[in-house]
């Protein structure tokens, strides 16, 4: 097995550019799905993790950025961070436990593409963008609009992700719920992000479609008149979202978990 390790991202994006890499940033998902993903076995694999440039995360006016090998734990040791992004916070607290958390990477859980992402929740609720890079182009990529199927991306061959980046805006409301079969150390059944931004609310939900995703008709009833009861929610959740049997759970349990989250969260007081 042959691993690049380079040291800067120029030396990374060449290496991407010549040949089919496989690129490994904390490797807690690649290495545990590596025995299935046998198509992968031949290919070089390119280690990110010695690319100080990559690691660092930045505070711009009005963006964070989270370098590509910025990880949960380089987050939550982070004061002022955790109390700008609640949100985050949250997330980055409820993947794995800390073992994980201070290898894993936000970009990481993002290029993995899994449905139940953590990470990639909390994410496209503050509305997150995707910077990537090939060795002559640059692109930016909503989070929103970065999944094109299951496990499927809009990243091309040539290129990695550099960073992800966070609007520093007033997000009021900033709520993360996460259902498993256990209180921590899970996977989750049902995750539901939601913040309102002025006078519009982003609901987003994971494990319960091919993608982590925006439900557009729960937004339209957050932000004009919330359901008053759990069951009025389930049209609307049917309207945005398709989700399946699977070895985690049920269709209909996931629905009525979503449904009784909505319903507590719209008939509990919220703080601003
Ligand atoms: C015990 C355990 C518990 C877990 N719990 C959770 C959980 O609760 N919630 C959750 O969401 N996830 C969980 N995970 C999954 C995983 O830890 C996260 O998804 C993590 O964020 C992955 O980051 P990584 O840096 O380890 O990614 P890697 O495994 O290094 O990479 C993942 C994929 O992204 C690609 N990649 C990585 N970086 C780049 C880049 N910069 N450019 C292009 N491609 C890139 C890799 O090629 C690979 O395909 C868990 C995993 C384990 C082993």
Redesign the pocket.
Known sequence: MTMHLPRSLREALAIVASGDV???????????RWPEKVELHDRELLD?SGIAE?RVTARQPDHLRLG??A??WDFLTDATLRSEFPMLASAAR????VQ?QS???????V??A?P?????LALIACDASVEVQSLDAQRTIPLRDFYTGYRATQ?RRG????AILVPREARVHEYLEKVGSRRA????KVGLAMCRVGDSWRVVVNAMAPTVRRCPSLERAMSSQAPRTVDEWLPMIHQDLTPIDDVRSTKDYREQVLARLLHAFTTQAQPT
């Open positions: 496989v690129p490994v940033a904390g490797g807690t998902d690649l290495l545990v990110l990559l590509a090998t990880t949960y409820q993947v794995g436990a994980i290898r894993g990477t936000w970009a990481g859980n290029v993995n899994s139940a992402a953590d990470g990639v990243l290129e990695l992700v550099t150390q899970t996977i989750s």
